[in-house]
């Protein structure tokens, strides 16, 4: 098992260093080989690990839907298995995805989950990411103020663990974020605070560069080169805008179809804006086509919105205007194509809630024993598993002579007896413990942090319990006992020398002569247990 969790570790790396050079498609198809072979071995935090990079990868992909189906799931396991850290940063996932499929008001109550749940934590880096999302999410609400104040934070924190990956991502936001801040400036005619914020968004979007060249980040390192170019166009420095496009258009590997098309688009512009209107028509009708090919109506929109300017520019009115009825077609479809998400997101989530209760219904039965509705062999092993390294009590409990139960009084008389010894420990050790059956007649019990006194003294009164029992009404002449060995450890050693030593006590119960508890490793106890050893 060690070897198979290795590679399954080389091949989720593998998938990561594939995410930060932008090889976004191969990248993917590491995560979902390492999601099937987890699904394969039931290996609960792998699945949920690959699934939350299956859904990171997806937003970078300007796949959102997908992603969403994906960081569903990762959120659904990560709660089920009690991490928070993992959980918070699922919940920043899947609030970048809503932001994408342009569902603002569940990307806000996901964000602000993900941060409250981050700011109980000490993790840094998952507070980092949730201050970003929670930034970029009020940035589209036209909240740049608080937003710069929260990506002030995340840098800063990203910046104090070195992590230059998340500090470029980071900063590449804070550049959008003084963007917005710009174009708020300008709707108002206040031409030179909008020209401020440009500079800033200048600034911060070539710092991103910088930051995302230095960490092998290409994905960041394509966007920020984008964004700046914008920028740049903006404040009339095309120059240095179609030098920053040419830096893109040399950077090594595949690039996804999304970037391709924001890259076509903003040349484009940058050319239109320089009155190069031939070559920004080409360039924004390739980012039609592709955007049409690709079915991403959003990019179609931007694409065929610049592409009605430039042709407008160029003196082709007939053209101009059949492209502005295309864009305004466009644009209907954009809104209808909201209502066909939420529609979607709706699916996603009644998917999930069938799936999540199928999931518990099998993970139920899967760690509880048919017969008497208790733990299993392993739920008792995932239980002992937990408790490692901490002092905890285990008792071997087995009925005496149940075979001869059977023999005597049924099979049918000796499964009620399981059942009802089993409700017995149950109602004896209530919160104080965990009661398991093993398997046949023989059941375990767990005692988190307690001492060996007090765990054979709940043995005793399970012992007596069952001995004084009223098994006549079950079936006449019936007489039930059981033997007990109990033993404890403070966390120092293995838990299964702890079961071995509860294992030899209980054959010294059954030597001794039955119904008796052991607690000790010599025969000087009898049915009341001995001192703790």
């Known amino acids: 098992m060690q070897v198979i969790a290795t590679e399954f570790s080389e091949h989720f790396a593998a998938g990561t260093v594939l995410l930060r050079a932008g090889e976004l ?50 959120k659904w396991l990560w709660r089920r298995l009690g991490n928070s850290e ?87 936001n804070k550049g959008f974020a003084h963007a917005k801040l710009g174009e708020l400036e300008h709707k108002v005619g206040r031409a030179a605070r ?12 070539l710092a991103a560069a910088d930051l995302a060249a230095s960490a092998g980040d290409l994905w960041t390192l394509r966007v920020a080169l984008c964004n700046g170019a914008e920028f740049l166009s903006a404040d009339g420095r095309n120059g240095e805008a179609t030098a920053l ?51 991403q109506i959003d990019h179609q ?42 529609a979607r997101v709706e699916e996603i989530r009644t998917e999930a809630d069938r799936l999540r209760a199928r999931a518990a219904e099998l993970a139920d039965q899967a760690l509880s024993d048919p017969l008497t509705g208790i733990a299993n062999r392993r739920s008792f ?19 005496d002579n149940f075979k001869r139960i059977n023999d005597r009084h049924t099979h049918i008389a000796g499964d009620a007896v399981l059942q009802r010894v089993a409700r017995v420990m149950v109602d004896q050790i209530a919160t104080h413990g965990h009661v398991a059956r093993l398997g046949g007649e023989e059941f375990a019990l767990i005692f988190p942090e307690a001492p060996l006194a007090t765990a054979a003294a709940f043995c005793e009164g399970i012992r007596v319990a069952i001995a004084n029992a009223d098994w006549e009404a079950l079936t006449p002449g019936m007489r039930v006992t059981v033997s007990i060995g109990v033993a404890a450890g403070d ?38 247990a001995g001192a703790a050893s």
């Open 25 to 74: 498609d191969e990248a993917l198809r590491q995560f979902k080989a390492v999601y099937s072979d987890a699904e394969t071995t039931g290996n609960m935090h792998l699945m949920a690990s690959s699934l939350c990079e299956i859904a990171w990868t997806c937003f970078k992909m300007g796949d959102p839907e997908q992603g969403l189906e994906c960081a569903v799931g990762a």
């Open 86 to 172: 993992e959980l918070a940063r699922a919940l920043a996932v899947e609030a970048f995805l809503f932001l994408d499929l342009g569902l603002g008001d569940e990307a806000f109550d996901l964000s602000g989950e993900a941060l409250d749940l981050a700011q109980r934590l000490a993790a840094p880096a998952i507070l980092a990411f949730a201050l970003n999302v929670r930034a970029v999410v009020l940035a589209v609400c036209q909240e740049s103020e608080l937003a710069l104040s929260l990506l002030e934070q995340a840098v800063d924190l990203a910046s104090a663990a070195g992590n230059k990956t998340a500090a470029a991502f980071y900063t590449l």
């Open 194 to 205: 909008a020209a401020e914020y440009r500079a800033l968004a200048i600034e911060h979007s």
């Open 245 to 295: 496009l040419d830096r893109w258009a040399g950077l090594p590997g595949e690039v996804s179809a999304s970037l391709h098309i924001h890259h076509l688009y903003t040349l484009g512009q940058v050319r239109h804006a320089a009155g190069q209107h031939r070559q920004a028509l080409a360039a924004c009708t390739d980012a039609l086509s592709l955007a049409e090919a690709k079915g």
């Open 301 to 342: 929109v931007n694409a065929a919105e610049i592409l009605s300017r430039i042709l407008e520019a160029m003196g082709d009115t007939p053209a101009a205007l059949s492209m502005h009825r295309h864009y305004h077609r466009l644009f209907v479809q954009q809104s209808g194509e909201a209502a066909r998400r939420r």
């Open 381 to 399: 092993d995932q239980i002992l598993e937990r408790l490692a390294g901490s002092p905890v009590a285990v008792a071997i409990v087995d009925l």
């Open 491 to 528: 966390g120092t050693h293995p838990t299964g020398e702890l079961m071995q030593r509860a294992d030899s006590r209980l054959y010294l119960a059954k030597q001794g002569g039955r119904d008796r508890v052991f607690a000790e490793d010599h025969p000087a106890a009898t049915r009341q």
